[in-house]
């Protein structure tokens, strides 16, 4: 079924102009039709209507994912009392005796953490073979990109990028026809303002046209 996702403002991509009421028409995986709201939905008066708060986007990538999901354990929410929520490196890593099935569950953990800010592509290589089975099943697309030295274990793709940068660095690509059908809805007015509230904002990601997060 087409479905048409539409936001207070549009950013197709890198260097994009914003476009206010903008939206993306999607079936199956892929984009159909990227523009105003008011003429992709005169083009398909059929379809399904999301309407989303905020900016919607390209799905964002992540460059330190390889660090995020081989190097560091999250812990399972049953965990919390005991290891706490966020990710665990270094020597409470070490301690916890990690084998195969736990780096699977915790880079499965690990993944849906991702989608929750947006991230639709993460770069690799990833040795781990548990790893690597969770990113493919995730259906997160893995590239080529540069981790900066020392970045620490982040889950918000944004806080990766280069002081001063603006988001559009982290866009995975451009929202075009034909293009698949990956992008991320921030529930801030601009790129400012999302540059400021960083990946934490999100409230939709929708991956190969799928609807695989959304906020509560």
């Known amino acids: 079924m087409l479905t048409i996702h539409t936001a207070e403002l549009l950013l197709a991509g ?14 199956g995986d ?9 003429a992709v939905a005169d083009a398909h008066p059929r379809a399904r209507v999301r309407r989303w708060p905020g900016v919607l986007t390209p799905g964002l990538v992540h460059p330190g994912a390889t660090a995020l999901l081989e190097a560091a354990y999250h812990p399972d929410p049953r965990e919390a009392d005991e290891l706490g929520e966020e990710p665990l490196t270094g020597d409470r890593l070490v301690a916890l005796g990690m084998d195969d099935a736990r780096w699977g569950a915790s880079a499965r953990r690990g993944a849906q953490r991702l989608l929750r800010h947006g991230t639709t592509a993460v770069a690799g290589p990833f040795v781990r073979p548990a790893v690597r089975v969770a990113v493919a099943r995730a259906g997160l697309v893995q590239v080529v990109r540069q981790a900066p030295p020392g970045l620490p274990p982040v889950l918000d793709p944004l806080s990766a990028l280069p002081e001063g940068a603006p988001p559009d660095a982290a866009f995975a690509g451009t929202l075009a026809p034909g293009a698949r059908a990956d992008f991320a809805v921030f529930d801030v007015p601009d790129a400012a303002a999302l540059a400021v ?8 990601t929708v991956l190969a046209g799928r609807l695989v997060y959304r906020a509560r």
Do not use: N
């Open 30 to 38: 892929r984009i159909v039709a990227v523009g105003a709201y008011a």
């Open 14 to 27: 890198p260097g994009a102009a914003p476009l206010p009421e903008g939206a993306v028409a999607v079936e």
């Open 197 to 204: 509230r960083g990946a934490g904002s999100c409230v939709a």
